[in-house]
């Protein structure tokens, strides 16, 4: 009887202890997680209160009592809407172009919501809602005025203006057409310079500036969609890098209505207009404009009343010059502006006359974002500590000693309010999971808004992601190694490594990375490697500009030096290294596998660029240059030149209907790879977007996961 008793207890912990190991990471558990936070904050005005949409309720929060107010649920609100015909032709709006998030009005006692196409005005107080319009026609891109009594919008391809309280409109332009587009964006501006609108109302609610793009001159690209039975032709404006961009003017109009007034900016057909605002006074604009290759910046003024034009500043660089979202203008009229003129980007305060007064932080580290600006300070989050974190400091606009004000090691992202009276913080590192927190603007913090799950770490058997540093050839790397389930010393495994490699994108980083494709990788039995390579973010100018002129060569020289690093730890086995990417990604893993074939075994290339010729002007001309002054350049960094030195394994991925790297770049690789009788393997999908999601998602991790397994393990 003892002995049975023992034995059933014995058996009791055994099945607890079995209980209780964390499960392994799945492809299934990989496609189905979504690593984004939710409820990023939308403040109001006053900077004391916010909006975050929780499902589809509408939820007010109050920072000094941390009451939660539901104020309504967009369900509601969008069934309304009018009924749109299901039958529109597809349209290829960029995805950077700005969402339309719920509006407030400047005394934070109203929001305009957007959508269902149609739009709707919300008072705070009350929670009532009132439809203004009731059109089969979308208006899209509205905006209330400062004032609250107008909205704009844009109907088609022109802007048009409502009273609030009348609900009359008129029609602010006339000339839009198939190839002219008031206050609306192209393709390549969004995605290439991160613009994500192209209207905006005067301070005074007097005036409205707006862009035109005429893009008559950029190519057409005929994309087909072969789900129906009959394929439908779907084209989609892409300048290529050496063909035209858009003709973009820059115009005002009084918001009552009448002729346009437009800037003297000159002809703007190999210049770009990356970034337009309002000065205080509502008379003039500031606008930065690029050469077409964009080794040359302007910040000018714009009269609104007689379009006359002044230069502020201007910024140059052999290489090219980085944009950024860092000019703010002070009540006095002086400004703060970035610069990487030191080799990294740091803050300077000038007058109202385009006179430096001084330098406000310097060091070998860079300002990513300006995050607020109050009367004495300003709020910034930066490389300080290292290329790795991301921290909110302040200094003082005088100038003086810069002030940490998060604490904790890792990656702090930033909300603050209008006022820098408060800020929300959502913080990760590599053993941390996110969460998001409220804080006073002196830091101290208020309430956790969003509690770090740990979920995760106790049900999956998730591996360590181990930072490294190593030196090759004078310089220092950063790369991250996850080490299989169950790893044994002494034993010899399967490496890939995963590659973007591009011009200021950073891969390495201390934040949480959680259950990811990589996590499923080291499951399987695979070591996991990356590093940045030179050009990589974070780093400061310099670090980038060696891929001037030629993509390819650098940064496969310093992946390269990265995979002997790896090698030189004892438990890689040199002959079943493999690599994989996506979009630069896949341009490099192509590269590498044809360039490098002693050092890959094998390669995943993800909608990978195949010849730059085919990318777009403002990306590829402000690395490359145009192609007819660097041939050669464009010539050896293209994959299609090497084609027929690939050796190892390889599968490629696209799709079919991509926006960003048109599938024509998987059809002129094929081509080569077949005319040099190279044998490969293609998947490819039917979705209208640069990455694969949704459902597609897990088949396409099994079948990357599956090439490997079947490439690199005996």
Request: aromatic letters at 10%; glycine letters at 8%.
């Amino acid at each position: 009887m003892i002995a049975q008793t023992l034995s059933l207890l014995l058996t009791s912990l055994l099945a607890v202890e079995l209980f209780a190991q964390p499960k392994p990471v799945t492809l299934e558990v990989v496609a189905r997680t979504n690593p984004n936070m939710d409820g990023v904050p939308n403040w109001a005005p006053s900077g004391d209160r916010f909006l975050a949409v929780d499902q589809k309720a509408l939820m007010l929060y109050d920072c000094a009592t941390g009451q939660r107010t539901e104020l309504a649920n967009l369900n509601d609100i969008e069934g309304k809407a009018t009924e749109r015909p299901s039958n529109k032709p597809f349209g290829w709006q960029n995805r950077r172009v700005a969402g339309s998030r719920p509006e407030w009005s400047n005394d934070g006692q109203r929001l305009l919501v957007s959508t269902g196409g149609d739009l709707f005005v919300l008072a705070v107080v009350s929670k009532e809602w009132t439809q203004l319009t009731a059109t089969v026609d979308t208006e899209e891109d509205a905006h209330l005025s400062p004032d609250g009594r107008m909205v704009g919008f844009r109907r088609g391809n022109d802007l048009y203006v409502m009273d609030v309280s009348t609900r009359r409109e008129h029609r602010l332009t006339t000339s839009g057409s198939e190839t002219v587009w008031n206050g609306k964006l192209d393709w390549v501006y969004p995605e290439e310079l991160d613009l994500g609108r192209a209207w905006w109302w005067s301070p005074d609610s007097k005036s409205i500036a707006y862009l035109q793009f005429d893009v008559g001159t950029e190519m057409i690209h005929p994309h087909v969609d072969s789900q129906p039975i009959q394929a439908v032709l779907e084209p989609q404006r892409f300048p290529k890098a050496g063909t035209p961009n858009a003709s973009v003017k820059l115009g005002v109009v009084a918001a009552r209505g009448g002729k346009s007034r437009w800037m003297g900016l000159g002809p703007t057909i190999d210049t770009l207009l990356a970034r337009v605002a309002w000065l205080p006074s509502s008379q003039q604009l500031a606008v930065q404009r690029f050469s077409r290759v964009q080794d040359r910046l302007e910040l000018l003024t714009a009269d609104g009343a007689n379009g006359r034009v002044k230069t502020l500043l201007e910024e140059k660089d052999p290489a090219w010059v980085n944009l950024h979202d860092l000019l703010r203008f002070l009540p006095d009229g002086r400004f703060l502006w970035a610069s990487e003129r030191s080799g990294f980007r740091h803050l300077y305060l000038y007058s109202a006359q385009g006179q430096m007064e001084r330098q406000l932080t310097s060091g070998d580290w860079e300002v990513n974002v300006v995050d607020g600006v109050d009367a004495q300070n300003i709020y910034f989050t930066a490389t300080k500590e290292s290329p790795l974190e991301r921290h909110l400091y302040r200094v003082p606009l005088a100038g003086g000693e810069i002030v940490r004000l998060t604490k904790t090691a890792g990656t702090n992202s930033v909300s603050m309010s209008p006022t820098a009276a408060y800020y929300t913080n959502s913080h990760s590192s590599l053993t941390s999971p996110p969460q998001r927190t409220l804080h006073r603007g002196s830091g101290e913090q208020l309430a956790v808004l969003t509690p770090a799950s740990t979920s995760v770490m106790t049900e999956y058997a998730l591996q360590p992601v181990e930072p490294v540093q190593f030196e090759a050839d004078g310089n220092k790397f950063y790369g991250q190694i996850i080490k299989p389930v169950g790893f044994v010393a002494g034993k010899k495994y399967p490496a890939i490594v995963m590659v973007y490699g591009g011009p200021h994108a950073q891969t390495v980083r201390d934040n949480w990375a959680g259950l990811n494709w990589e996590q499923a990788l080291a499951a399987r039995g695979f070591v996991v490697w990356r590093m940045d390579n030179r050009g990589a973010g974070g780093r400061g100018h310099a670090w980038e500009a060696p891929l001037h002129r030629q993509f390819g060569k650098t940064e496969l020289a310093d992946q390269l030096a990265g995979v002997k690093y790896l090698v030189s730890q004892g438990y890689v086995d040199e002959k079943r290294v493999g690599i994989y990417g996506w979009s630069y990604g896949g341009y490099m893993t192509l590269f590498s596998l044809f360039n490098a074939p002693e050092t890959f075994a094998a390669g995943v290339s993800g909608a990978p660029v195949t010849d730059w010729r085919h990318y777009d002007t403002i990306y590829t001309e402000r690395y490359m240059g145009l192609p007819s002054r660097n041939e050669d350049g464009y010539k050896q960094s293209s994959a299609v030149t090497h084609a027929a030195k690939l050796q190892g394994k390889l599968m490629i991925v696209h799709n079919f209907q991509d926006d960003n790297v048109l599938f024509q770049n998987a059809q002129h690789m094929i081509d080569a790879l077949q005319k040099a009788n190279k044998q490969f393997e293609l998947m490819f999908y039917q979705q209208k977007s640069h990455g694969v999601a949704g459902a597609a998602r897990r088949h396409l991790l099994e079948t990357t996961t599956g090439f490997f397994e079947r490439s690199l393990k005996p």
